[in-house]
């Protein structure tokens, strides 16, 4: 048996959740679609330099497969702001609001400056070749969610 802690293992859980709000960094509403786009636009991502002035290998890999990707837009779902035309809102207070409560639900320690960061992802799951993300909270020694199988 390994022991983790003399090891220093640390183990981050990323929680990917639609919110019942709007979008993250514009007002459009965050909802899924069945019908067929009206609209459709092509994009080729390309790598860019991280902020400590790295790229990231595995967006270097996926920019050589030099792919082409299509996107669907509903118009009263979709503005500039996704589709990477303008700069971001300030991010969703509401959303931030509930994030932070869950946090709290789930006894972790919520960070006293919030940043928002750009992981970039060129693999065609978004269309501008980056995520916006915030690290909300962190989780601590009696950090836990209750599960089917106990405390988690």
């Known amino acids: 048996m390994f022991d983790y802690k003399a090891l220093g293992l640390k183990v981050g859980i990323e929680i990917h959740q639609r919110l019942n709000t709007h979008k993250l960094f514009c007002n459009c509403p965050s909802r899924m679609r069945e019908e067929e786009p009206p609209l459709w636009f092509k994009r080729r991502l390309r790598v860019s330099r991280s902020e400590l002035g790295l790229i990231d290998p595995a967006a270097r890999f996926e920019q050589l497969r030099d792919r082409e990707f299509v996107y669907g837009v509903y118009p009263d779902t979709v503005c500039e702001v996704e ?70």
Do not use: W
């Open 83 to 152: 589709l990477d035309e303008c700069p971001p809102l300030p991010i969703n207070k509401e959303a931030l609001a509930i994030s932070i409560e869950i946090a709290l639900m789930l006894r972790m320690s919520v960070i006293d400056e919030i940043h928002v960061m750009r992981k970039i992802v060129i693999d065609g799951s978004n269309t501008t070749g980056f995520q916006r993300t915030a690290l909300v909270a962190v989780g601590k020694e009696d950090s836990y969610i209750e599960t089917s199988y106990g405390l988690v």
